[in-house]
């Protein structure tokens, strides 16, 4: 049973920081592309930033120059560093892994329960 788990969420004042973390756990055999996604009330599933297995990133214009995805390929972990943040980044910030399990034949897509962030003075 492969899951993912999100952790570092919490309440900070506009400006402040945050660094977000996603374990893996389970039965993985590889990971290819993985990435943060937030859920805003109100509003769709928006893909935050993504980072393939090479290291290559993409990133949302809102969030490009404030937010840094990395990834520790030997821990099958993922991060985002969020700084300079702002209410409009108040969302649940959920992750999401495009894996193989073992003994699976295809890569399927992986979601994380979710961790809340606010921003908020």
């Known amino acids: 049973q492969v899951q993912l788990v999100e952790s570092g969420g919490g309440l900070v004042q506009p400006g402040g920081s945050l660094r977000l973390s996603c374990a893996t756990s389970?039965?993985?055999?590889?990971?290819?592309?993985m990435g943060w996604y937030r859920q805003a009330p109100g509003k769709q599933r928006e893909l935050v930033a993504g980072?393939?297995?090479?290291?290559?990133?993409n990133y949302a214009d809102s969030v490009k120059g404030r937010f840094t995805i990395s990834r520790e390929n030997a821990k099958n972990t993922m991060y985002l560093q969020m700084n300079s943040l702002k209410p409009e980044d108040t969302a649940v910030y959920y992750c999401?892994?495009?894996?193989?399990?073992?003994?699976?034949?295809?890569?399927?897509?992986?979601w994380g329960q979710g961790t809340q962030v606010t921003v908020s003075s």
């Open positions: 999401n892994a495009f894996l193989q399990s073992q003994g699976a034949q295809l890569f399927k897509s992986y």
């Open positions: 389970g039965s993985i055999f590889s990971i290819n592309a």
């Open positions: 980072i393939s297995s090479g290291g290559s990133t």
